[in-house]
């Protein structure tokens, strides 16, 4: 069974300073990883995934993801927040393409000026 | 440039009303999905559709049923609206490699 849990509902930045949001996952096969972003009234985007390559992954507007086997996680980070990313973040995971998804209950992401 | 088109974005339903919400993908796509996003529960599975002609059951079934009408649409139908369903649905359309395209969504209020 998959499970992910994302470890914080909320995180406060300020603008110009690095981003951590933290993912663990559970999965009985080798999964695929994501993180999708939504801000307010909109749908899902898809920010970055990993599929058993490279371990670092680079997303867009500068994110980035390690898949870390041994400690079952992925977090996004970001080395500086801008304003524009306050949204909420979602990380999922899959078993398999053509499975459904299985989405964590996000963390909102708030940047102060 | 379409994607993935859900009708309608916003209904306001009494206790007891059907409804069918629609979604159309034009991605070639074979697995469409189903979720609800209610606030602190994260997108919950509905129902899913590997392929066309085939549904499967997701986290919270009870109270919807789907059709998979055709490789591009795939509907939603609430047979007796309840406000537990108040929420709002997204449909997705899944690319071979497990990414997910999503709809702008469908904001529905029960009464």
């Known amino acids: 069974a998959q499970s992910v849990t994302q470890l914080d509902s909320h995180v406060s930045v300020s603008e110009g300073t690095p981003v951590l949001l933290r993912c663990n996952y559970s999965s009985s096969y080798s999964p695929s990883l994501f993180w999708y972003v939504q801000h307010p009234n909109k749908g899902l985007q898809l920010l970055l995934k990993?599929?058993?390559?490279?371990?670092l992954v680079k997303g867009i507007n500068g994110f980035e993801a390690e898949f870390k086997k041994s400690e079952t996680s992925f977090h996004l980070t970001k080395p500086s927040a801008h304003m524009s990313d306050a949204a909420e973040y979602f990380c999922?995971?899959?078993?398999?393409?053509?499975?459904?998804?299985?989405f964590g209950k996000g963390t909102t992401l708030s940047v102060s000026s | 440039n379409a994607g993935v088109t859900q009708t309608p974005k916003f209904q306001v339903l009494k206790t007891g009303q059907s409804m069918t919400l629609q979604c159309a993908q034009d991605?070639?796509?074979?697995?469409m999905y189903w979720y609800r996003q209610d606030p602190g529960m994260g997108l919950r599975l509905i129902y899913y559709?590997?392929?066309?002609?085939?549904?499967d059951k997701g986290e919270v079934p009870n109270g919807y049923n789907v059709s998979r009408l055709n490789k591009r649409e795939f509907s939603l139908r609430l047979e007796s609206a309840a406000p537990s369903q108040t929420s709002v649905y997204f449909c997705?359309?899944?690319?071979?490699?497990?990414?997910?395209?999503f709809g702008e969504g469908s904001r529905l209020t029960v009464l």
């Open positions: 559709s590997a392929s066309e002609g085939t549904t």
């Open positions: 997705a359309s899944g690319s071979y490699t497990g990414e997910l395209f």
């Open positions: 991605m070639n796509h074979n697995s």
């Open positions: 999922v995971v899959s078993a398999q393409a053509g499975t459904a998804l299985i």
């Open positions: 990993y599929t058993s390559a490279a371990t």
